[in-house]
């Protein structure tokens, strides 16, 4: 992805979690930038990972699973990418393949340009 999109995306994604009342705002355009990009390269595995992070965040979690497969399918190396699917896992039906996830993420490096869903392991 480009630095000045990866740059905006993070700045949203940034401001997302220090403001509440820019929440749904920020992550609204954190998804749509991605999306844009998206349709332009949709292969494109940092963006699919990112925006499964933010899918994730915003509690669409079954969006951010289709998302992140992609990344996967398209043999992501990434650790964000696995973590943010062990995340939507957590929150779905498919939560007992999660732990395998957060595995695999735990021994690659997580990308400069991806950002990484929230996760409360205590939450759960």
Not at 85 to 100: D, I, P
Not at 103 to 108: I, N, V, Y
Request: glycine residues 8%; contains cysteine; hydrophobic residues 40%.
């Amino acid at each position: 992805m480009d630095p000045t999109l990866v740059a905006e995306v993070s700045r949203l994604y940034e401001a997302a979690w220090s403001d509440p009342s820019q929440w749904e705002p920020a992550l609204g355009r954190a998804e749509r930038l991605l999306r844009e990009h998206l349709e332009a390269e949709p292969s494109c595995v940092d963006a699919l990972t990112s925006l499964g992070a933010v899918l994730s965040d915003a509690g669409r979690h079954p969006e951010a699973l289709m998302a992140l497969r992609r990344a996967e399918g398209l043999g992501s190396s990434d650790a964000n990418t696995y973590h943010n699917l062990a995340v939507a896992m957590m929150n779905t039906s498919e939560r007992g393949k999660a732990r395998g996830y957060f595995e695999k993420a735990a021994r690659l490096r997580p990308g400069a340009g991806t950002l990484q869903a929230y996760f409360d392991p205590h939450g759960h």
